[in-house]
């Protein structure tokens, strides 16, 4: 039962955002102009603060887990390879393809991974998790850029993709954040309640216009695309990823942390990235909505499994 609250727990307020901006727009509250508007404006504005905010918060001793470190960079790397060599077999249309390579590897782990990993294993969770986090997280921005305007159709030289990357707010958050983590930067007194509450309203802002955005006609359409990619980003690849991280010798805190890189849902700043970068943000936010309600059942099913099966020891 715990394990089922923690997960609930971790999933509600995401499933409340979306509904209240559901609502907001049935009501007549805000139309999908106003909100495709607000959706610039997190994208450019507020994400680069939750990024900045994470990471230089993060506790990290990237020496005491190297070969999670090893672990995780590689097994990423392995599946950005494969899935980029698959995706377009069955997806014929660039601006999916694009979504749903990025649904595929790009996970939720700054919202799910830190809480659910410090709710089950305290301090030591946290601060494991954290190293996870922290190197990986660049790793998604960069990919998603490279990917998005791939598929977007331009083909950039490598000097024009270099300064792509570099002027991508999410990026610039991220890189600005370890600076200040490794260094042991701190804010001054009067500026960092201003940065916290910047960073805190980033999500629920984000997922409130998912929300007003979604439409069910359009879950319809793409359900084609969405069943697969969802089996394989919520079942198969952290089915997969358990047994690597078990091969590699990972267990209890470690295999956890590693195990959330690839169980946890579609990030909510894929949906952003996507709607400003020319992907379909239609089918992108239907990822990240839609997964979001199904992480509920498989998080618990994860969490309960390694649980029974003594691979964790939660405290």
Sequence with gaps: M???LVSVNAVFPFLFYLFFGYCLRALRIADEDI???????????????TMFNNVRNMEMDIQACTSLVFISLLTLTVLLVGI????????????????????LYRSNILLYALPLAECLFGKEGLSIASIVVALCVPVYNVVAIVVLE?????RPT???LIKKVIQNPLLQGTILGLIFSLFDISLPNSLDPCVKSISSITTPLALMVLGGTTKISSIQKNKKYIIPTLVFKMIIFPAIALCAGL????????????FLLFATPVAVAS????????????????????????????????IWI??????????
């Excluded at 992907?279 to 099913?301: N, P, Q, R």
């Design 247 to 258: 091969l590699f010798g990972l267990r209890n805190v470690e295999l956890f942390s590693f």
């Design 35 to 49: 909100l495709n508007r607000v959706n610039k404006i997190i994208f450019v504005a507020f994400f680069p603060f």
């Design 2 to 4: 715990n394990s089922f």
């Design 158 to 160: 490598l000097f024009v």
């Design 306 to 315: 390694m649980t029974y099966t003594q691979l964790i020891y939660p405290i």
């Design 84 to 103: 980029n060599l698959v995706v377009p077999l069955f997806v014929k249309e660039n601006a999916k393809r694009g979504v749903i390579i990025q649904a």
């Design 150 to 154: 791939y598929y977007r159709g331009s």
């Design 271 to 302: 949906y952003s990235m996507a709607c400003n970068m020319g992907g379909e943000g239609a089918l992108a936010g239907e990822l990240v909505s839609i997964s979001t309600i199904v992480s509920i059942f498989t998080l618990f099913l994860w």
